[in-house]
């Protein structure tokens, strides 16, 4: 059956399944194809870095073309084409400038895609949004798969197989956004100030601070975790189960989020998940080579991502409400995912290089502190907020 009632439930969820699934390659594995290479740690954080920090201002630039034209599906589709033509060129040499050019060029297009993706889907659903969880849930699925079986390539034939997977995918992905159908779009008709007045608020710009050095904090995870665990003789397959692990227990905290947010409230649970961050780090940085604390750690990932990344959505869809709800998520996604982790990936280069790896995952804690005190001391309610969006939402 292709859809439930109107929506194109099938057609939606290839594309999540396979984005994700170039991501569940990309993420977990580009640092090993780089170090394959004979990049160096200050390279490599740099080279990450460049793909978080388009992050930065493509949903702000793709996000205020399609709210100006309505031509959101085009993007899209133009973003998606243009990230497996510009990708197609780290096959014509793998000097560091090249592959910085490619990796600027690539990721700025590629970053465009999923913001105005999930903005179709939600045009979709219109009111049907609980929906929103099966059509969402592909994507998660696919990053696990796609951990899994790259960690076998890699360990059955070598890292080389690393970018010929992901310009695979992205060929798929490139087709996929061309099956899916155009939404009507959702008119917001209220009358409001300045984002400027928003911003205004303390409480959201400790929301924004605590954001940046949250995902700072994991500089060190998302560019050298995989080489860290190779450096102490994990192999490529367990590396891979290990990063499908933690996206699974992040699943496992979404379906149950609607149900702690009411009961313990933003500020409590919030408090809670940067802990359980720090207490991940400073595991990771003394523990490595005890499989069974690194699994544990592992499962900690449903708070450093999912309840943090949970709550976020939330606050920030309280604070950014009408026509600066887009704007307001796009804030959230470039002040974290891009500027947070853009210079969390290029101070861990250096800190790896210089510092050494545990003590690269050490400054990780003491971001993840510095996020606790901050928000100890500026965000100091609990908001009751009723958002039926938040437990059905699986972003990343």
């Known amino acids: 059956m292709e859809s439930s009632g109107n929506v194109p439930y099938w057609r939606l969820s290839n594309f999540y399944l396979f984005y994700f699934s170039a991501l569940g390659v990309l993420v977990p594995f580009w640092s090993l194809y780089l170090k394959s290479l004979g990049f160096d740690a200050s390279q490599i954080g740099e080279l990450i870095a460049i793909i978080m920090a388009t992050k930065i201002i493509a949903p702000y630039i793709w996000g205020w073309i399609a709210d100006h034209t309505g031509y959101d599906l085009f993007i899209v ?5 243009l990230s497996f033509l510009l990708f197609a060129l780290i096959f014509v040499k793998q ?5 910085a050019f490619v990796m600027m060029a690539f990721s700025f297009f590629w970053n465009a895609a999923l ?3 999930e903005a179709i889907t939600m045009n979709h659903l219109r009111e049907r949004v609980d929906e929103y969880s099966k059509i969402r849930v592909w994507g998660s699925l696919g990053f696990v798969a796609a951990v899994i079986i790259m960690g076998w390539l890699i360990e059955t034939i070598d890292e080389s197989t690393i970018p010929m997977a992901l310009f695979f995918l992205y060929g798929i992905i ?3 956004a061309f099956m899916v159908p155009a939404s009507g779009k959702i008119q917001h008709t209220e009358k409001q100030g300045s984002i400027f007045s928003v911003l205004k608020n303390p409480v959201v710009l400790a929301l924004i601070a605590v954001c940046f050095f949250l995902q700072f904090s994991h500089g060190s995870y998302y560019t050298f975790y995989s080489i860290y665990l190779q450096e102490h003789g994990y192999q490529s397959t367990y590396i891979g189960a290990l990063w499908a692990l933690g996206v699974i227990a992040e699943v496992v905290l979404f379906l149950y989020v609607h149900i702690l947010l009411p009961k313990y409230g933003h500020r409590n649970l919030l408090l809670l998940a940067l802990v359980l961050t720090a207490v991940r780090w400073v595991l ?11 699994i544990f ?6 708070a450093s991502f999912g309840l943090f990344h949970a709550i976020s959505i939330s ?18 996604a470039s002040v974290s995912f891009g500027a947070g982790g853009a210079l969390g990936s290029l101070f861990s280069g250096f800190s790896w290089e210089y510092l ?16 606790i005190v901050i928000t100890y001391a500026y965000i100091h309610t609990n908001v009751n907020v009723q958002d039926e969006q938040v437990s059905d939402y699986y972003g990343r």
Request: hydrophobic share 55%; proline share 1%; aromatic share 18%.
């Open 77 to 81: 589709r133009i973003a998606s084409v």
């Open 315 to 332: 606050l920030f869809h309280r604070y950014f409400v009408g026509k600066h709800q887009g704007r307001g998520q796009a804030l959230y």
């Open 115 to 117: 913001p105005q993706f």
């Open 174 to 176: 490139m087709l996929t």
């Open 356 to 371: 050494g790896s545990t003590n690269s995952f050490l400054v990780s804690a003491v971001a993840a502190f510095v996020a």
């Open 95 to 99: 000097t560091y400038w090249w592959i």
């Open 284 to 294: 990771i940085a003394f523990f490595v080579e005890q499989t069974s604390i690194i």
């Open 297 to 302: 750690a592992q499962l900690l990932h449903a």
